[in-house]
């Protein structure tokens, strides 16, 4: 059996953590945060997520605290149906829910299924060495940690692939997003379906999470990242560029606060 270390405690560093110790490993993880906050908003786990999450033994954990979701809507800014994808097809063939659940949600049960002593906060990794037998982490708190293998699970921004890979580069999908969770209450919220609209001023998503709470993303096209006028931001900005589209947008607009709102250029790996 080896000996690993994980770097990031996300989704991915966490479930690998669980992975790797049911298969008899060695496992210590290392997050920068020094705490794990209730940040985030909602993600939508596929069928098959599901399944992996059986695989270790995490379903009956992550099952309630998410709710199934049997449909995909894509809708115009009137609210008229583009197109809507029966995602029951894929329940029925692999036998699980698709699921919306919080981020913050999912963490906490990845968290919460690993052995105390398992996850170490506070340590960010600076950069690492590497021998024929062994990799050496070095931490920007001074502290360093010795294993036979490395798991790269710090993010879009990772400095473990900036180090071994440094020719991939996040690279700006030519968009910028805003998300928040809103308890709901609000008519005509979906309650088991997803749904994105189409419109000209942008694009809205719709995802039902858990104990009557709805995930919600806006999306505008923006040619340049960090754009200053859009990182400035408010509801108010929002409800005046989403104004024309279909109920329950405004409403749910109007429902969240700003305090609510995380906004973030979009990235993918080039
Ligand atoms: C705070 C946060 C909120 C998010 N909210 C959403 C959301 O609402 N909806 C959505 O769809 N996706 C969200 N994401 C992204 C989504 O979770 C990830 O894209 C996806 O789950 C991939 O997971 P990951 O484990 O690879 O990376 P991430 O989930 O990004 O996790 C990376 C982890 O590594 C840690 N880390 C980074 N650098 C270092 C370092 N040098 N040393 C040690 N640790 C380090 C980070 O603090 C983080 O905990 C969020 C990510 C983060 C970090």
Sequence with gaps: MADFLIVGAGIGGLATAQALLRLGHGVRVYEAAAELREIGAGVVLGA???RALDELGLHAAVRPVGTPLTAVHLLDEHGRVLNRADTTAFT???GYDNLGVHRADLQRELLRALP????HLGHRLAHFEQTATHVTVFFENGAQATAEALVA???IRSRVRRQLLPASQPRYAGYTC???TVRAGIPGL????????????GRFGLVPVADGRLYWFACLNSPEANNPVLRAYRVADLQRH?????APIPQVLAATTDADLLWGDLYDLA
């Design 190 to 201: 979906p309650t088991s379906g997803t749904s994105e609209t189409w419109g000209r001023a």
């Design 242 to 246: 989403f104004a024309g589209f279909h």
């Design 92 to 94: 029925a063939r692999l």
């Design 178 to 180: 805003w998300r928040a």
């Design 116 to 119: 105390p002593g398992v996850v």
């Design 48 to 50: 098959n997520a599901m």
């Design 153 to 155: 699970a710090d993010g």
